[in-house]
């Protein structure tokens, strides 16, 4: 059932989310530096209205986070497969180079940017959102003119990448027929999965188990921060690396390998945590913030190419800390129970 009314406040909440999108998903990784922040108005439509969109879409549908990832996938498949056309381009940014091309595609920058996408563009920004503005987590922001609006602008973001970014950095690429089929496909059966398929969280049911509990926020913030920072580290070559992990031929698969089981064992247990007893807002926070600063802490040493780079980026992550401490006070750590 979808509400007849844009709650008020909505389209505050929706502007806030479009902004914070990309500066998670790309400030805060040092792309680009502070240095040329102008760029990010080439990000924003795309990963702004992007990341309402979903939401929007999500709420009405009265579904949960493993919709939220399902459509997370899909926007990196939209900006990756379609619109940079990265996944399958032999030159851009040297990822056919990574590991071994699997269908066309690069594969270690596929496995590194899809779950990316999914994860630091579409499901964190929703969930702070969501904290930001609790009164309207479970609500949309927006009506159905606001989703229009924001699938327009989704669609015009694209294509201001596409004629701008992707044009520049990879001048005459075009994906295979077969590879942009391919991702239209791949985004199609996420969303009707997303959509139609999984149940809405609200018909759902989950028992709570003590063997299960949660840890403190600040382990789970600490857990946030290995896995944000070895996920990157697995996949994206750093420090002159050509390929992952300082791997040369076939053991390349060992840090992918590695990486798919940290992802899994992460999701794993961040299912088992919250549907057990005494997870709070808390947690919530101190997962998303662990997991932004490890990824910032990854920027400084893999992204920021200079001295002065890695200054700025540094001094963004403390101002982010900052932020997030200042949200932590609408949600302070529940008292113990006597």
């Not at 497969?81 to 032999?90: C, F, M, R, Y």
Request: aromatic share 8%; hydrophobic share 55%.
């Amino acid at each position: 059932m979808n509400p007849p009314d844009r709650p008020k406040g909505g389209r505050r909440a929706a502007l806030l989310l479009a902004v914070i999108t990309p500066v998670i998903a790309e400030l805060t990784l040092g792309n680009p530096p502070l240095s040329r922040i102008w760029l990010m108005l080439l990000w924003i439509p795309i990963y702004g209205a992007g990341t309402v969109l979903i939401r929007e879409l999500v709420r009405r549908r009265r579904g949960g986070w493993p919709s939220i990832l399902l459509l997370g996938l899909a926007y990196g498949i939209v900006e990756e497969g379609l619109v940079l056309q990265a996944l399958s381009s032999p030159t851009l940014y040297g990822a056919a180079g990574w590991s071994p091309r699997f269908l066309g595609l690069n594969g270690a920058y596929t496995e590194l940017n899809l779950p990316y996408h999914a994860v630091f563009s579409v499901a964190l920004p929703i969930l702070l959102a969501d904290l930001a503005v609790p009164s309207l987590r479970e609500r949309p922001y927006l009506k159905r003119t606001g989703i229009v609006v924001a699938g327009v602008v989704f669609v015009l973001g694209g294509l201001l990448l596409r004629v701008t970014v992707a044009t520049s950095i990879d001048p005459g690429y075009q994906a295979p027929v077969a590879v942009l089929a391919g991702c239209v496909a791949a985004v199609a059966l996420l969303a009707v999965l997303a959509l139609r398929v999984l149940p809405p969280a609200a018909r759902s049911t989950r028992q709570v188990s003590r063997a299960g509990m949660a840890p403190g926020p600040w382990a789970v913030g600490a857990f946030g921060v290995l896995a944000g920072f070895g996920y990157l580290a697995l996949l994206f070559p750093f420090g002159g690396a050509a390929r992952p992990a300082f791997t040369h031929g076939g053991w390349v698969a060992a840090p992918m390998l590695a990486a798919a089981v940290l992802a899994v064992l992460a999701g794993w247990l961040v299912r088992r945590w919250t549907a057990s007893g005494g997870w709070t807002d808390r947690h919530s926070l101190c997962l998303a913030g662990g997991a932004l600063l490890g990824h910032t802490a990854f920027g400084v040493l893999a992204n920021a190419d200079t001295l002065a780079d890695k200054l700025e980026l540094s001094a963004l992550g403390l101002v982010m800390l900052a932020l997030l401490a200042l949200l932590g006070r609408r949600h302070p750590a529940p008292m113990p129970a006597k």
